[in-house]
T-cell receptor, first 114, second 113 residues
Framework: NAGVTQTPKFQVLKTGQSMTLQCAQD?????MYWYRQDPGMGLRLIYY???????DKGEVPNGYNVSRLNKREFSLRLESAAPSQTSVYFC?????????????FGDGTRLSIL | GESVGLHLPTLSVQEGDNSIINCAYS??????FIWYKQESGKGPQFIID?????DKRQGQRVTVLLNKTVKHLSLQIAATQPGDSAVYFC????????????FGTGTQLKVEL
């Protein structure tokens, strides 16, 4: 059971480069989420997709775009990477939009911007 | 603004002892609370959850207590084991609007042999 799979696991970019982080889930979940985690802080929501075909901004969306490619896949794009975007990025999914179901997380992409 | 935070950044316990990790929240509209465990190099892993209409919920070796009067949440781990060493996060949800999680900053639990 793969669960939530993120690629790549590690990436180093130069300032101004673009990059797409990939996320796929095999649990047939409706909702998917992108978070960033910085040292000494909890996870902060960047964007989410409540269901296929919809996306919405979270707490820290500036500098990012997302695409819900299909029910399984939700990608995060950095158009022009900045050092402030150095972080660990986590993708998550959950079973349905309404109701109390926990989110399931991938193991993260560690991104460094030089 | 509304926030979810933790009282202690690091907690050290002896193997076999019980651990108690605390969390304060400030949004009285939160419907649902979750505890996650995050091991080094891994994503958060669901441990246990509790709805706002409950005071206590038990799982395997873990218990979550919710005190809505003082807006306090705790995670109790019985007979703490070395494998319990990790960072623990509490998170709150307000139902609706995509059920977004708001995370606290985390507590590092260290189990000493």
């Amino acid at each position: 059971n793969a669960g939530v799979t993120q690629t790549p696991k590690f990436q180093v970019l130069k300032t101004g480069q673009s990059m797409t982080l990939q996320c796929a889930q095999d649990m047939n979940h409706n909702s998917m989420y992108w978070y960033r985690q910085d040292p000494g802080m909890g996870l902060r929501l960047i964007y989410y997709s409540a269901s296929e075909g919809t996306t919405d901004k979270g707490e820290v969306p500036n500098g990012y775009n997302v695409s819900r490619l299909n029910k399984r896949e939700f990608s995060l794009r950095l158009e022009s990477a900045a050092p402030s975007q150095t972080s660990v990025y986590f993708c998550a999914s959950r079973d349905r939009v309404v109701g109390n179901q926990p989110q399931h997380f991938g193991d993260g992409t560690r991104l460094s911007i030089l | 603004g509304e926030s979810v935070g933790l009282h202690l950044p690091t907690l050290s316990v002896q193997e076999g002892d019980n651990s108690i990790i605390n969390c304060a929240y400030s949004n009285s509209a939160s419907d649902y609370f979750i505890w996650y465990k995050q091991e080094s190099g891994k994503g958060p892993q669901f441990i246990i959850d509790i709805r706002s209409n409950m005071d206590k919920r038990q799982g395997q070796r873990v218990t979550v207590l919710l005190n809505k009067t003082v807006k306090h949440l705790s995670l109790q781990i019985a007979a703490t084991q070395p494998g319990d060493s990790a960072v623990y996060f509490c998170a709150e949800i307000i139902t609706g609007g995509g059920n977004k999680l708001t995370f606290g900053t985390g507590t590092q639990l260290k189990v000493e042999l």
